[in-house]
């Protein structure tokens, strides 16, 4: 899956921090496709079904936001691919 190292969560906290400390407020983008391919969902019928639970579901990944972003977290950004909403299981 290719998680974020370390390093990547460290520079990721820096410029949330540096971002807050300008005014703006720090969202997360969360993917809701259940397999992205070259940044893009491998197809409709994946648009929107990513698990919830489970070690790569919606869940884990805020859960890992929050771990490493912490205050500087402000809200977060799903994706379904329709960015209507319509296409969320």
Same mark, same amino acid.
């Given at each position: 899956? *290719?998680?974020?190292?370390?390093?990547?969560?460290t =520079?990721?906290?820096?410029? /949330?921090?540096?971002?807050s400390?300008? *005014? &703006?407020?720090?969202?997360? &983008?969360?993917?809701?496709?259940? %397999?992205?391919?070259?940044f %893009?969902?491998?197809?409709? !019928?994946?648009?929107g079904n990513?698990?919830f639970?489970g070690?790569?579901?919606?869940? /884990? !990944?805020?859960? !890992? &936001?929050? %771990?490493h972003?912490?205050?500087e =977290?402000?809200?977060?950004?799903?994706d379904?691919?329709?960015?209507?909403g319509? =296409?969320? %299981?």
């Amino acid at each position: 899956f *290719g998680d974020p190292t370390d390093l990547v969560w460290t =520079l990721w906290l820096k410029r /949330a921090q540096d971002l807050s400390a300008a *005014g &703006y407020r720090v969202f997360a &983008y969360v993917n809701l496709c259940s %397999e992205v391919i070259n940044f %893009e969902c491998a197809s409709g !019928e994946q648009q929107g079904n990513k698990a919830f639970f489970g070690a790569h579901g919606v869940k /884990a !990944e805020i859960d !890992e &936001y929050i %771990e490493h972003l912490g205050q500087e =977290l402000k809200g977060l950004f799903l994706d379904d691919a329709s960015h209507s909403g319509d =296409l969320t %299981e």
